[in-house]
């Protein structure tokens, strides 16, 4: 069982920056590749960015590329999204998700664990 924790949401004007976080219980982190996903109001949930079991293997959204890192620290059982350039259609809740498949994926169907949710409001 994972358990994830996400923060560092918030309230930002447009071209700002915030850096989201998400903290992992267990001693499996290492071994899940890790995505972090957002849902707009009346929107489906969709792919932001996602991450290998060692760090390589990244993965992002043609709408936020350029923009966005993700990375994780396996010592600190953490994934981060550091996000750059904010615009008002970044506004969404984001998640992160946890992966125990062997193959890579995009597809939220496929991750198995899932934190709460963190909210990020993008101000024009």
């Known amino acids: 069982q994972v358990q994830l924790v996400e923060s560092g949401g918030g309230l930002v004007q447009a071209g700002g920056s915030l850096r989201l976080s998400c903290a992992a219980s267990g001693r499996t982190f ?11 109001p009346g929107k489906e949930r969709d792919i932001v960015a996602r991450i290998g079991r060692s760090g390589g293997n990244t993965y992002y959204a043609d709408s936020v590329k350029g923009r966005f890192t993700i990375s994780r620290d396996n010592a600190k059982n953490t994934v981060y999204l550091q996000m750059n350039s904010l615009k008002p ?4 809740v984001y998640y992160c998700a946890a992966d125990t498949g062997i193959i890579l994926t995009i597809d939220s169907n496929e991750y198995d664990y899932w934190g709460q949710g963190t909210q990020v409001t993008v101000s024009s």
Do not use: K, L
């Open 89 to 92: 259609e970044d506004t969404a």
């Open 30 to 40: 290492s071994t899940h590749a890790m995505g972090w996903f957002r849902q707009a």
